[in-house]
């Protein structure tokens, strides 16, 4: 069996009710001269309009006699006919309503669960809030019964991410050549290549891209360049490997990375010694392979 929360109101199983010292920030009404006799006999009473999270509201409190003698809140918004929302507007809520206890200088709050607002459903609320015995023990002191109301309105959400992965994550294979490659003092680029619709391609630096003493290692990096135009939640997740072709018995370097605005290139800062190069049956002239492809998108 599924147990209530403790402070769930285990009677109505409408609302979570609660006692705390801040008055309701949205709403606050008092009844002045109240009475069982003289509320049972006007049954029913509409509030005036107040605004909350960008709407306007309504509470309509019922004083029925035959619900046995309860109080009866419901929300709902006001003026809902001439809302420029068209025919399918709708408006999700969480509600709270407060009577004061003025003995204990307080307020009894009553919490209830998301409920949405429309053109079918305008009007939302508790059934039994409290029984008019109960509301005359502490709510009303001289005659005097305040309510209240805090609406709070769920906004749609501004920022919509999307996570894509990739159906068919084949490797897409390219071979660059370097000649010269003695000769080079600052960078090599290869050229741009394209892979699931976003531009790539291969940076080596032939003295070590890093802030260490330069000269033992070449250092070399993917770029994704489509990266540079990415807002700032927009990446893409790669994997690679990259080898000399001509390096005898050369194992591939494996890349995987988030590749986004502040990070558009990675790679290894030691991918290769110098002397390694220099072992190579050409050192001025060899090619780079590389496999990459791409897992997931997120836009």
Request: glycine fraction near 4%; charge should be neutral.
């Amino acid at each position: 069996m599924t147990q209530l929360p403790a402070n769930l109101n285990a009677k109505s199983k409408e609302f979570y009710e609660e006692t705390r010292a801040a008055p309701p920030s949205n709403f606050l009404m008092k009844i002045e001269w109240f009475s069982p006799s003289r509320a049972t006999s006007m049954r029913s009473f509409e509030t005036r309009a107040f605004e909350a999270g960008g709407y306007t509201w309504k509470l309509t409190i019922n004083f029925e006699q035959e619900r046995e003698d309860y109080v009866s809140v419901y929300l709902s918004v006001a003026d809902s006919d001439s809302l420029a929302l068209g025919l399918g507007w709708e408006v999700n809520a969480i509600f709270t309503f407060f009577l004061h206890n003025q003995l204990a200088d307080n307020y009894s709050s009553f919490r209830g669960t998301t409920r949405r607002f429309n053109a079918v459903n305008n009007k939302w609320g508790f059934s039994k809030l409290m029984s008019i015995n109960s509301l005359m023990e502490g709510h009303v002191v001289d005659g005097v019964c305040v309510f209240g109301a805090e609406v709070f309105v769920l906004k749609p959400p501004h920022l919509v991410e999307c996570l894509s992965f990739v159906r068919r994550v084949d490797f897409v294979s390219r071979e660059f050549m370097i000649s010269g490659f003695s000769k080079l003092v600052d960078m090599w680029v290869s050229e741009e290549f394209v892979v699931e619709d976003h531009i790539w391609r291969v940076q080596v630096y032939p003295r070590r891209n890093s802030s260490r003493p330069k000269g033992r290692f070449v250092s070399m990096y993917l770029e994704c360049v489509s990266a540079k135009s990415f807002a700032q939640h927009q990446k893409i997740n790669a994997e690679g490997f990259i080898r000399i072709d001509k390096k005898p018995n050369s194992l591939p370097i494996y890349m995987k990375h988030w590749f986004r605005s502040s990070m558009d290139h990675w790679g290894h800062n030691e991918f290769i010694s110098i002397g390694d190069v220099r072992s190579c049956p050409d050192e001025d002239c060899f090619s780079l392979e590389l496999e990459l492809r791409v897992l997931a998108i997120v836009s």
